[in-house]
């Protein structure tokens, strides 16, 4: 998926959301968002999609070895968990006119 530059990508998931995994290894877990990445449509769940990572001594690590860290996967296999209950995300105006993030099975804004 190639983005434009000017364009401005609309993520339903923020960082600290609870959210439901769909497809992978993982399918079917919840988990919390550690770190959306916008520009690559991907985000970091704590705990889910590990990867071990070789990693050459330096300063930071003198030993250097093997190290497990979780990796980015992609969106479109994420679902935000409301209330217990995964829903679609949809954005209205609130009573301040402002657009907000609500669930479109319950219909109730989220935080």
């Given at each position: ?6 364009e ?16 992978g ?18 985000a970091?769940?704590?705990g889910?999609n590990?990867v ?13 070895g ?6 980015p996967?992609h969106i479109?296999?994420l ?8 829903s ?14 609500f ?9």
């Open positions: 998926m190639s983005i434009n530059k000017l401005q990508v609309k993520i339903h998931i923020k960082k600290g959301d609870t959210v439901k995994i769909l497809a290894n993982s399918k079917n877990k919840t988990g919390k968002v550690l770190r959306v990445l916008p520009k690559t449509y991907r970091i769940v704590e889910f590990i071990t990572k070789h990693t050459k001594p330096s300063a930071g690590s003198p030993n250097g093997i190290v497990k860290t979780e990796a996967m479109s296999n679902m935000l968990v409301v209330n217990g209950t995964a679609r995300i949809g954005r209205k105006a609130n009573e301040n006119g402002k657009l907000q993030r669930s479109k099975k319950s219909g109730e804004f989220i935080k």
